[in-house]
C-alpha cells in the first residue's frame, strides 16, 4: 500500500500513534471565535494538564504551575485589560494594517469554557538548576513546552485553546496574587469549539502570510 503523500510532497506516516500527533500539530490552532462554551470533562482536561506536565524540563525542575479559572467576574476583569490593551495597539497602527487589525478577534476569555494560566518558577529547583547555569532562559523554555503539550492534547480531545498575550504581567500577578518570583507566562482559554478553521486566523485576515520551511531552513552554517 502506497503512502499517502501530503501536499508538500513529503509522504505521511504510517504509524497510527505518529499520524494521530501529526494531525494533531497540523489541526491546531490559536482558537478566539470558535468557542462554544460547554463542558470539558474532568477526566479530560485531567489528561490535558498530565500530558503538560509530563514536558521536559531542564533539570526536570518542572518550573510550571497551572491555575484553572472559571470565575466569571476574575475572566471578566482579565478581559477588561485586555480590551484595554487591545487599544493601545491598535493606536500604534495606521493605514491598511489598522484596518485589518481592527476585523481581528484577539480573545475568546468569556466564549470559552474556562481558562489556564501557566507560570514559571524560576526557584524551582534553585540554586543548582542542572543545565541553567549558562543559559537562563532554558526554564522559561520548559514553561513553553509544557504549554505545547497541553495545546496539543487539548486539540487531541477535540478542543480548542487561544493564547491571549494582550497583558501586563503586573497585572496578572495581581489579580491572581501570585508571589513575586512567580512569572505568569499564558493566559489560555480553552473550550469545546464549533470547528477548528482550515487556515489560522491572522493568515485568513491578511496580517501575516506563512512562511516556507525551505526559507528558515540552513545546514551546517546560517545560509542566505
Known amino acids: 500500500m502506497r503512502r499517502r503523500a501530503e501536499p508538500d510532497g513529503v509522504p505521511a506516516a504510517r504509524d497510527p500513534r505518529a499520524v494521530g500527533l501529526y494531525e494533531a500539530i497540523a489541526r491546531r490552532r490559536d482558537v478566539r471565535a470558535q468557542f462554544t462554551g460547554g463542558p470539558i470533562e474532568p477526566a479530560v482536561l485531567r489528561r490535558m494538564l498530565e500530558a503538560a506536565h509530563a514536558a521536559p524540563s531542564v533539570g526536570l525542575t518542572q518550573p510550571w504551575d497551572f491555575v484553572v479559572i472559571s ?15 487591545r487599544e493601545v495597539f491598535a493606536g500604534s497602527l495606521a493605514g491598511e494594517q489598522a484596518q485589518r487589525f481592527a476585523d481581528i478577534k484577539i480573545e475568546g476569555i468569556l466564549d470559552s469554557t474556562l481558562s489556564i494560566v501557566v507560570t514559571y518558577d524560576p526557584e524551582r529547583g534553585a540554586p543548582h538548576v542542572l543545565g541553567r547555569h549558562a543559559i537562563a532562559d532554558v526554564g ?22 487561544g493564547w491571549v498575550s494582550f497583558y501586563r504581567e ?4 495581581d489579580l491572581l496574587d501570585l508571589p513575586e518570583r512567580i512569572r505568569p507566562v499564558a493566559w ?37
Open 71 to 85: 470565575d466569571p467576574v476574575l475572566r471578566g476583569r482579565f478581559q477588561a485589560h485586555v480590551a484595554a490593551e
Open 140 to 161: 522559561l523554555y520548559s514553561v513553553c513546552l509544557a504549554i505545547e503539550n497541553l495545546w496539543l492534547a487539548a486539540t487531541a480531545e477535540g478542543l480548542g485553546v
Open 170 to 173: 503586573r497585572f496578572l500577578a
Open 188 to 224: 489560555l482559554c480553552v473550550g469545546p469549539v464549533s470547528h477548528l478553521e482550515a487556515i489560522p486566523d491572522l493568515e485568513r485576515h491578511g496580517w501575516r502570510r506563512r512562511v516556507p520551511l525551505a526559507e528558515v531552513l540552513h545546514h551546517e552554517r546560517w545560509t542566505g
